[in-house]
């Protein structure tokens, strides 16, 4: 092999390492970003804050506790509430009353106990016409 030859397959050879450095150093940028999204996402995902002035119904409130209101549907039990359906909300229940959009509302059966989440869900929930 002659000189010129050797010379040519090592800068080849330095091109296509380089190469994967820059595409690792690209990769975990977009790694970074995502990871940033996911976080954003999650933020996204917590309730509203409450409106002024206003709680959320108690859960230890024996009505409260015996409709199954949960604020959050991953905490709904979903054996014990078979009938759930993960469209139904308290904002589009037709008990749901809106003081925040739907974000927080009264709900008539729980009128004077405070303000249920939209996104929250009873063993109640009666659909909107
Ligand atoms: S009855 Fe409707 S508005 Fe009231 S807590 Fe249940 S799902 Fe929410």
């Given amino acids: 092999m002659n000189s010129n030859r050797r010379d040519f397959l090592k800068q080849g050879l330095l091109a296509l390492g380089s190469l994967f450095v820059i595409k690792g150093g690209i990769s975990s940028v977009f790694a970074a970003d995502k990871k940033a999204a996911a976080k954003k996402g999650a933020a996204a995902d917590k309730a509203a804050p409450l409106p002024a002035g206003q709680t959320e ?4 409130d024996a009505v ?4 199954g209101y949960k604020s959050n549907p991953k ?6 509430y078979a009938q759930y359906k993960a469209d ?3 904002s589009n229940c037709a008990l749901y009353t809106a ?3 739907k974000n927080w509302g009264n709900c008539t059966m729980l009128a004077g106990k405070g303000v249920v989440n939209g996104n929250g869900w009873c063993g109640s929930w009666s659909k909107k016409s």
């Fill in 64 to 67: 409260v506790a015996a409709i």
């Fill in 75 to 80: 905490d709904i039990d979903k054996k014990k």
């Fill in 57 to 60: 119904v108690p859960a230890t």
């Fill in 88 to 90: 139904q909300k308290c």
């Fill in 99 to 101: 003081v925040d959009g």
